[in-house]
């Protein structure tokens, strides 16, 4: 996701932009945990690079090295019936009780980079609890996969490996619905 940074002098009035090339060069992994300071983020708070999509209140974390496809999955997805939570990072805020809450920082509600085209505005949720993780730096191997779980915040949530194939968006989108059965 490209983020505008204020504009310097010699820019000639051009938003500079801040990639997740830069994120690389700071030595920040994918779905690592990028502390920051910011009203926005409360003790029990942190930030994923990452991009969270929804359906109603059901959330989707899409983690993986920069390049790999978060974004346009996320894209995928939305035109088939999702939300945007957050594009490119993802506050994620571990309640008293239950699943994981998802939120976009304000900088970037409702945006999302299209590689190719540019960032575009979208609708989006401003919350969502998160009910899976899908990690796009592995790709899964068993036609039924096992349960795998992540940690994030202190909680254990779903872990999904990519699927080659045109129907991991649309598969992703109904398991969100809560059609998965139970391996």
């Known amino acids: 996701m490209n983020l505008l940074l204020p504009h ?3 820019d000639r ?3 500079r932009p801040s990639t997740l090339a830069n994120l690389a060069q700071h030595n920040v992994h994918p779905g690592q945990v990028v502390p ?13 690079h990452g991009t969270t999509v929804a359906v109603d209140a059901a959330a989707l974390l899409i983690r993986g090295p920069a390049g790999s496809g978060k974004s346009s999955l996320a894209l995928q997805m939305i035109a088939l019936g999702a939300s945007l939570v957050s594009d490119d990072r993802t506050l994620i805020e571990a309640p008293d009780d239950g699943p994981p809450v998802a939120r976009p920082p304000q900088a970037i509600a409702g945006l999302i980079e ?23 730096s592995e790709s899964e191997m068993d036609r039924m996969p096992p349960l795998r779980v992540t940690h994030l915040v202190g909680r ?3 872990l999904i490996l990519r699927a080659e194939g045109p129907a ?4 992703l989108v109904q398991l969100l ?3 998965r059965v139970a391996p």
């Open 8 to 10: 310097r002098r010699g």
């Open 177 to 179: 619905r809560g059609a």
């Open 114 to 136: 299209a590689r190719g085209i540019g960032v575009l505005h979208v609708a989006h949720r401003t919350r969502a609890r998160l009910c899976a993780v899908v990690d796009l």
């Open 168 to 171: 991991f968006a649309a598969a």
């Open 13 to 15: 009035g051009l938003a």
């Open 36 to 48: 920051q300071r910011s009203s926005e983020i409360g003790e029990t708070t942190t930030v994923v």
């Open 156 to 158: 254990d949530v779903p």
